[in-house]
């Protein structure tokens, strides 16, 4: 499993279009433990493009802060679940509470 987690100033942005940067991080399900992460630059935002670039990096499971009910179902239909409403953590502290099935998520930061 591969999380991609939208990153601004080393944890969570609120609107994942928005992020500097996507912190991308390979876990081990049965060990429920990170095995690698990376830092990586998105490329520029436009509609559509996050989704697709997200899957060819192997994404799949997005926590995000924030996200529209279009890019929604552009990740979906990109094989990635999607997880909106995450607090703006660093990625390790969600991460772990993701595996653990203790990630409490809020209501969804973005409504378009």
């Given amino acids: 499993m591969k999380i991609a987690i939208p990153i601004v100033d080393g944890q969570l942005c609120l609107h994942f ?3 500097a940067h996507f912190a991308l991080i390979d876990v081990d399900e049965a060990e429920k433990k990170i095995v690698a ?3 990586v630059e998105p490329p520029p935002h436009e509609p559509g493009v996050l989704p697709k ?3 060819e ?3 799949t499971v997005i926590l995000a802060g924030g996200m529209g009910s279009r890019a929604q179902q552009l990740f979906a239909q990109n094989g990635i679940q999607v997880v909106v409403g995450c607090p703006a953590d660093p990625p390790e502290t969600l991460v772990g509470a993701y595996l653990a099935g203790t ?5 969804n930061a973005c409504d378009h």
């Fill in 17 to 19: 279009g928005h992020c």
């Fill in 37 to 39: 992460q990376q830092l």
């Fill in 53 to 55: 670039w997200l899957h």
């Fill in 57 to 59: 990096q192997g994404a």
């Fill in 103 to 107: 990630l409490v998520s809020g209501a």
